[in-house]
């Protein structure tokens, strides 16, 4: 038999305002999750990443793949913060790569997705891709407000999952990659234990990041 997988997206915003500190930490911090989740037998065993970015428009950098097949991607920041493009992206990733349960054959485990931003939408069409993410509740969706110039009531709208990171700084992102991290391993552990569908408990953040309620 083999494992179903628990598939894990990245939605990282590459507009111009990451270029800089921001975009080499988010890269470092994918090259140390990647890292971690090599060590864990667990997360080796079922959990699969993919990359997507968003900038002028969104492109999938690296495909749903399992741990020990996974290359980090060089990511650039530039442009526009394209937003819908990005959650569009997301969701055709979903139609294509997920294998869904039937009768015979039991799929994936519910995604797990973290989407990074650090500003507000420049296009028209995020609320329609962020209505469909609410009504399909396809995965266990987190969003971060990365410094003070996020749109927190945008993300808002994706999920009612949003944390803040005050500081855009090489030690808060580290920090937030390593709470990744943890949310994947005990996500991977618990996924025999709990109801497909069910929304799973994450990991305490750790500080300088913080629950918008």
Known sequence: MTTRRLPVYILDDVSGSMQGTPIESVKSGIRQLHRDLLGDPQAIESAYLSIITFGNNAQQAVPLTEVAMFNPPELQASGTTNFGDGLRMLIESFDRELVRTTADVKGDWRPLVFI??????TDVEWPMYAQQLRERRPANIIAVACGD?????VLKQ???NVILMQEM???AFKAFFSFVSASVKQTSQKVGAVADGSAITLPPPPPGITIVP
């Open 158 to 160: 994706v999920t009612e």
């Open 169 to 171: 700084t090489p030690d």
């Open 149 to 153: 110039q996020a749109d927190v009531n």
């Open 116 to 121: 990074l931003s650090d500003g507000a939408p």
